[in-house]
């Protein structure tokens, strides 16, 4: 399946609005082939000489609706810093199954390849999740412990699954509002 810039779905389209299907386990090859581009897309999103000759915006993240499956299924890379490995995740099915009470929010905001332009304020996040799934890359059931900003990203698409935008937490009178003081905020 081919992904790029003019493939992915805007938010006006109603996939991105829709609650979506669990998956059946074990993966059909039509699903696991839909996720296996999806991971291609984020990872290859990364290069800069594949964005310009593929048209590839730079992402971290994506969700199957986004593509106009709706059906629950997130690929994410997160590149690691010098010396560190990516933080690389093909998840079918993810759950937040616990969350902390401190909050965590991006200073410049967040955005999404279905939403543009970007839409500016403070979206509040947990600072940390617990989230189970199926992940593909390793072909098992993980449990996986994320804090700030890898939290963020897990937060960001797993709302996709239920038809939610990372605009829809901000505030609408007051985008740039203030979170408790004792919120992460990342640079
Ligand atoms: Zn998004």
Redesign the pocket.
Known sequence: MLINQNTILLDTHKALRTKCEPVILPLSEEDRSILESMISYVRDSHDEEKRKTQGLRAAV?I?AP?IGITKQMIAISIEGGKGEKDLEYALVNPKIISNSVQLAYLEGGES????VPDREGYVPRYARITVKGYDLLTDREVTLRLRHYPAIVFQ??ID?LSGT??YDHIDKQNPYKPLPEDAVCLG
């Open positions: 993240g969700a986004q999404c390849l279905s939403v960001h698409e996709h935008l990372y």
